[in-house]
């Protein structure tokens, strides 16, 4: 279990990128929030799955409309948590922190704020510019 802050990874030297304690601290990092997820996911089971039956119209609307938003948010969470999975893989396979379509290092930084990014800024920027042209 790692306990070294964004403050200590950042201070570590680029030639220390992805080794064993900042792999260790991401791993962490992801596996709580993995564990945030299924938690989510299983309130998410239960909340849908205790159905009352109203009569009123405007508590049944009441009522399909929070189930939406419940949809809504499981199927984020879910999303998310593949995304969680993938990465804990890629901390398997030693690809973690390194960009998929250029090979360059992510970052700490940004693999701080997004664990599960596969793609450094710059990468991002033109996947994005791409997409919004041939949307």
């Not at 991401?26 to 909340?47: G, M, P, S």
């Not at 189930?67 to 199927?75: E, N, P, V």
Request: glycine share 4%; charged share 30%.
């Amino acid at each position: 279990m790692s306990n070294l802050s964004i403050e200590q990874l950042m201070s570590m030297s680029d030639a220390d990128y992805m080794n064993a304690a900042q792999l260790e601290a991401f791993r962490h990092r992801l596996e709580i929030r993995k564990e945030e997820l299924r938690n989510n996911l299983d309130e998410y089971a239960h909340q849908l799955g205790a159905h009352e039956n109203v009569s009123d119209p405007a508590d049944r609307a009441t009522q399909e409309e929070e189930r939406t938003g419940l949809f809504r948010l499981r199927d984020r969470d879910a999303f998310e948590l593949a995304k969680v999975i993938s990465a804990l893989a890629r901390i398997d396979d030693g690809e973690f922190g390194f960009c998929c379509n250029t090979g360059e290092p992510i970052g700490v930084a940004r693999l701080w704020a997004n664990p599960t990014a596969t793609l450094t800024i710059a990468a991002q920027e033109r996947h994005e510019r791409v997409s919004r042209q041939y949307a």
